[in-house]
């Protein structure tokens, strides 16, 4: 099975990377797709981005990160993909998240897998982490080890 996991990944979290590690198992190709929300204004550039996911995520075998814009079913299709995955921390998440799934399902018969991320990461977000950068807090808790010093040096050559 192919898996398509769209997002914006500015930056990918550790929310994100528990997410990709219980979805490797499902699948025989997950692609993990950097896109631009025209409703997202981004710290990161996309290519930065894009980046930071294939450092995150170059221990996975089955892993392909990928930039995308345009509507994710035509991703999926471009890949031969039927399935989207997207990780859900909250209730309002779902809400959110069921409505796009509707929409893909009926614009290209695509179906959309929904994982629950742990308690433990429940509360972690990128834009939460955009926050602390911002403040200059410390973000290493809350995003892959491997990605710090990529976030550092753009950090300082824009911050």
């Not at 290519?47 to 990160?65: G, I, P, S, Y």
């Not at 859900?88 to 018969?109: G, K, P």
């Not at 990461?121 to 995003?143: F, G, P, T």
Request: hydrophobic letters at 40%; glycine letters at 4%.
């Amino acid at each position: 099975m192919k898996l398509v996991f769209p997002g914006s990944f500015d930056p990918i979290t550790i929310g994100h990377i528990e997410i990709i590690e219980r979805a490797v198992d499902l699948a025989d190709q997950l692609y993990i797709v950097v896109e631009n929300n025209l409703r997202k204004k981004y710290l990161f550039t996309q290519e930065q981005r894009l980046k930071m996911v294939k450092e995150a995520t170059a221990d996975f075998a089955n892993v392909q990160a990928d930039t995308y814009d345009g509507l994710t079913v035509s991703y999926c299709k471009k890949v031969g993909a039927k399935f989207i995955l997207r990780g859900l921390r909250s209730s309002a998440d779902y809400l959110y998240e069921r409505d796009i799934a509707a929409f893909n399902r009926e614009l290209a018969q695509i179906e959309t897998l929904f994982l629950f991320s742990g308690n433990k990461y429940a509360h972690v977000s990128s834009s939460a982490v955009r926050e602390l950068l911002k403040y200059d807090a410390c973000i290493q808790n809350y995003v892959p080890k491997k990605i710090c010093g990529i976030i550092n040096e753009i950090k300082k050559n824009k911050f």
